[in-house]
C-alpha cells in the first residue's frame, strides 16, 4: 500500500481503524476513529480531511465517517497484510498470540504486497488470524 504516493503510513493507520470499525459494524465517528486511534478529535479531523481529498472517504465531522470503494479495498489489503503478518509471526517465529498484533503494526507497513504474497503461500493462504480473525480474500494486487 505504500508505494501509493498520498498514502502514508500515517493515512494507513486511519484507513485499517476505519476498516475496523465498519466491518464490525461499529460506529464511525470521529470520536470513535479518535477513541481507536488513541488521538484527540481535532487531530484525526484534520486527517481526515485529507482522506477525503485523496478519495479514500466520505467524512462529515458531525456523522459516521465511511470508506469509499477505493478506501474499503485499501483497508481490506491492509487487514489482510496485517493479519498474514500476525500469521507469520504466530505460526513461524514462534511469538505470543499477545504479541503479534503490535509487530504487525509496525511491519505492515515496511512489507510490499510481493513479500505478503509469498508469506501468504508460505503460509498456506490462512483464513483467520492467530486471534480467530478472518483474513479477507484479495482478488486483485
Known amino acids: 500500500m505504500s508505494n501509493s504516493p498520498s498514502l502514508t503510513t500515517t493515512k494507513e493507520d486511519y484507513i485499517r481503524a476505519i476498516y475496523r470499525l465498519e466491518t464490525r459494524k461499529e460506529k464511525t465517528g470521529v470520536t470513535h476513529i479518535a477513541a481507536c486511534l488513541s488521538l484527540s478529535k481535532s487531530t484525526v479531523s484534520e486527517r ?3 482522506l477525503e481529498r485523496d478519495g479514500f472517504v466520505k467524512a462529515d465531522p458531525y456523522t459516521e465517517i ?42 505492515e507497513h515496511a512489507c510490499s504486497d510481493e513479500v505478503i504474497q ?24
Request: charged share 30%.
Open 48 to 50: 481526515l480531511k485529507e
Open 66 to 107: 465511511s470508506l469509499t470503494k477505493k478506501g474499503f479495498l485499501a483497508g481490506e489489503k491492509l487487514t489482510f497484510k496485517h493479519r498474514i503478518l500476525e500469521v507469520f509471526l504466530y505460526k513461524t517465529l514462534k511469538m505470543h498470540p499477545d504479541k503479534v498484533h503490535g509487530e504487525a503494526e509496525k511491519l
Open 118 to 141: 509469498l508469506l501468504a503461500n508460505f503460509l498456506g493462504n490462512p483464513e483467520t488470524d492467530p486471534h480467530g480473525s478472518k483474513i479477507p480474500v484479495i482478488k486483485k494486487w
